[in-house]
């Protein structure tokens, strides 16, 4: 079999845009069933306190607002825990509240102006504690314990950690630390920190709940793993997993966030409550000071080295400020600064990491969740050292990077490794090594730093078919999450059965429609999906070869595909529909693709900066940013561009300007315009670099992941511009001017070296 009609690697704008643009696309704050109610909380005006009372009286005047249907309090609905594993978080909060912003009562009101009229007259009496706000001394000896049922809870990991406020664990060792510190001519000791940074995504968090006549639980959420939602809605309402449907919607940008349930539950218990609908939308206020943050961390780092430059070991203690719950986390466990060792031969290693409880807003996945928090204080580190060898970086680095034949810090042998031709790519592209420009006034900069990420793993499951008209259709239970995903799925669709991608009609299943689908993250769709998709064509064009070979006597080995038919040398063409139509009318083929993460294969990165100091002020511009990528094949070239865009995006804000301000506990960032995230104006020249691998990913036609490494290396390519331009070792992002300048008048900067 051939095919002539190209599709992929074609630079085609999204099929899904249309809809979006012209207001077609259905969002969860769209949809508005007959008597829909608007669902609004009453939240703690405090970090840490244990409820004395609430008021009952003032709860009886809101519940007699004229448009109040339902007021809720934790004595109205089971006392059940729920999370994404870890079920930790009540779903009113009962007895304590554990940081600013926590779920007490909830209304429903006919509209939102009726919530608040009835939400203002309720009456809470708080007994304020002493807030835990430091992850570090959280963990202490003699720490109160935030959780003292933490023990009890459901969804605990393997090995329950004993340390205070500790909410999970993890441990990897390489080696022989001591003996790998005892062979270094100098050891270097330094602590980085980081602050939240949110999301920032266009749509808020917005569900709408329904108990409908049959007693089934109809709900949309903009979720992006609608199947994981409907398990955790089950565990927190007393209704078994086949009794709840996830209807499909558009998603208005994620990011890592929307991957939970938010506010379902409450949903479902003032629907169940009120016998109606209920639509619960946060605000940007609540977003900021409840949503699901990327966490902070504090990260010591110890590496041995010796004269040559050669590294023996590193050991990272690793703390990340869970908040009040571990409830939004995905994991049971930790895997959160698992690549911190970065791409090097480091014979000896040792990471502890931790996540941790304290009195700030629970924390959640965040783009490429730990590994831009641990990569900043890894790669920063890395220059630090070789400022102080009087190495230059790029020799550093390359004196320690990981070869083919190698083994990595991790005990991975990967397959081609990319990482020494990504690095040499970027250096080349970047004028790294060309002379500086002057510019009175200003100090200029060049940094550089590296990472790899795999590429992720799930389970997919599609359906593909055509119609006697030649309508080609695919139907997934993906959410579209705005990435484009959608496009790319359909061109690997078109390009295997000849037709248009954009004239692909992509249909959305519920979980009624299929047994599982893992949903969107972790680096996985373009692999999992996109294989899904790729097989079941494939099962397509065999069915039409077979009965094209039979109707009209083709030769199987000379049929082809282009423009939406079947073609043969020396005969007429025939069209998908026609051919369709002559079986019966319709012809469909499914496909389930599951995979397990290969860790032998995976991705490198490459981002150098270049950034102007203004030596007066210390306004840092960043002028110049050069990204490279070992990729595999690119399917849709915008779009993959566009991934890369936004890394860089996020991870210049994650570095200068993006800080979630707190004050004794309390979010004083409360408005987008505070929360500054960058915008067209703060994108400097970007330079692209793909390096192309020749066995190429796991995707159909050897495709990689794009969508997750590239941030992690932009936060500490920018701080390390501006130590080469200043000399001033930076240790917390985001840094802004202020920060800077103090550093730069200081004269007693260290850079933690022993030896």
């Given amino acids: 079999m051939t095919s002539s009609y190209e599709t992929i690697g074609r630079p085609v704008g999204r099929a899904e845009g249309p809809a979006k643009v012209t207001g077609q696309a259905i969002f969860p704050a769209d949809v508005n069933l007959p008597g829909t109610l608007v669902g609004k909380c009453l939240r703690s005006p405090f970090p840490y306190a244990k409820i004395v009372s609430i008021d009952q009286d003032s709860v009886d005047a809101a519940r007699q607002v004229p448009g109040v249907h339902a007021v809720l309090t934790a004595e109205d609905i089971p006392p059940h825990l729920v999370g994404r594993m870890l079920r930790d978080m009540p779903i009113l909060a009962r007895d304590v509240v554990r940081f600013a912003g926590q779920k007490v009562v909830a209304v429903a009101a006919d509209d939102d102006d009726i919530a608040e009229e009835a939400l203002n007259l309720i009456q809470v009496e708080y007994d304020e504690l002493d807030p835990i706000l430091d992850p570090v001394e959280a963990m202490k000896p003699g720490a109160t314990v935030l959780h003292p049922e933490f023990s009890t809870y459901a969804g605990l990991p393997d090995n329950v950690p004993t340390e205070p406020n500790v909410a999970g664990h993890g441990q ?22 980081t602050n939240h940074q949110h999301q920032a995504y266009i749509e808020p968090h917005a569900s709408v709940v329904f108990l409908d006549n049959t007693g089934r639980v109809q709900t949309w959420v903009n979720s992006k793993m609608p199947f994981q939602v409907r398990q955790q809605l089950s565990e927190g309402i007393d209704k078994t997993t086949d009794q709840i449907r996830v209807n499909p919607t558009t998603i208005g940008g994620d990011f890592g966030g929307k991957g939970g349930f938010m506010d379902t539950h409450l949903g479902f218990w003032l629907s ?89 807003v629970p924390c959640g996945s965040m783009r490429a969740p730990g590994d831009p928090q641990s990569i900043f ?38 397959q081609n490794v990319m990482g020494m031709r990504t690095l040499e790519a970027a250096v080349e592209t970047a004028g790294y090594q060309d002379p500086k420009p002057k510019v009175l006034g200003n100090l200029i900069g060049r940094g550089m730093a590296l990472c790899e990420r795999h590429v992720g793993a799930g389970s997919s499951t599609v359906r593909v078919s055509i119609d006697s008209d030649g309508i080609v259709s695919l139907y997934t239970a993906l959410p579209d999450t705005g990435s484009g995903f959608y496009t790319v799925l359909r061109q690997i669709l078109g390009q295997e059965l000849g037709v248009a991608y954009d004239e692909i009609i992509l249909e959305n299943w519920s979980t009624d429609d299929v047994d599982f689908e893992t949903g969107v993250g972790g680096s996985r769709v373009t692999h999992v999906a996109g ?62 693709y599951d995979s397990e993460r290969d860790e032998d294969i995976t991705v490198f990165c490459v981002q150098i900066a270049e950034v102007e100091v203004d030596t007066e002020t210390g306004q840092v511009y960043l002028t110049k940013f050069t990204s490279a990528h070992d990729v595999g094949a690119v399917l849709n070239p915008l779009g993959h561009q566009s991934q890369i865009d936004g890394t860089v995006m996020q991870g210049i804000g994650y570095a200068l300007t993006e800080d979630l301000q707190y004050d004794e506990g309390h979010v004083t960032t409360l408005s987008m315009g505070e929360y500054k995230i960058p915008s067209m104006p703060d994108m400097p020249e970007l330079r692209t670099v793909l390096v192309k691998s020749e066995s190429g990913g796991p995707g159909p036609y050897g495709g990689k992941a794009i969508g997750e490494q590239g941030i992690s290396s932009v936060a500490p390519a920018i701080i390390n511009a501006i130590l080469d331009a200043t000399g001033v070792g930076i240790n917390e992002i985001p840094v802004n001017s202020e920060k800077l300048l103090r550093a730069m008048q200081s004269s007693d900067l260290k850079y933690g070296c022993q030896g």
């Avoid at 294989?531 to 083709?554: H, I, P, S, T």
């Fill in 172 to 193: 990897w060792l390489n080696g022989d630390i001591e003996k790998g510190f005892a062979e270094a001519d100098f050891i270097f000791e330094h602590t980085f920190q």
């Fill in 377 to 414: 204080a890894a790669e920063a580190q890395i220059d630090l050292i070789a400022r102080e060898l009087s190495m230059d970086p790029v020799e550093f680095r390359k004196k320690n990077l990981v070869q083919d034949g190698d083994v990595s810090s991790s005990g991975n042998q990967w």
């Fill in 531 to 592: 294989q899904a998709v790729f097989r079941a064509a494939q099962e397509l064009k065999r069915q039409l070869v077979m009965m094209a070979a039979d109707m009209f006597g083709w030769s199987e080995d000379g049929i082809g595909f282009s423009r939406g038919r079947l073609t043969t040398p020396g005969q007429t063409p025939v069209s998908l529909g026609d051919l369709v139509s002559r079986s019966g009318g319709l012809l469909e083929a499914n496909h389930t």
């Fill in 272 to 360: 169940k409550t009120t016998g109606r609908p209920v639509r619960m939308v946060m605000t940007y206020i609540e977003e900021l000071m409840a949503g699901n943050p990327r966490h902070p961390a504090v990260m010591t780092f110890k590496t041995g080295v010796k004269k040559d430059g050669s590294i023996t070991a590193r050991q990272a203690h690793l703390v990340y400020d869970s908040g009040g719950y571990a409830a939004f986390k995905p994991q049971r466990g930790v895997t959160y600064g698992s690549r911190c060792l970065g791409p090097y031969k480091i014979p000896n290693g040792l990471i502890d990491s931790y996540v941790v409880y304290t009195n700030q």
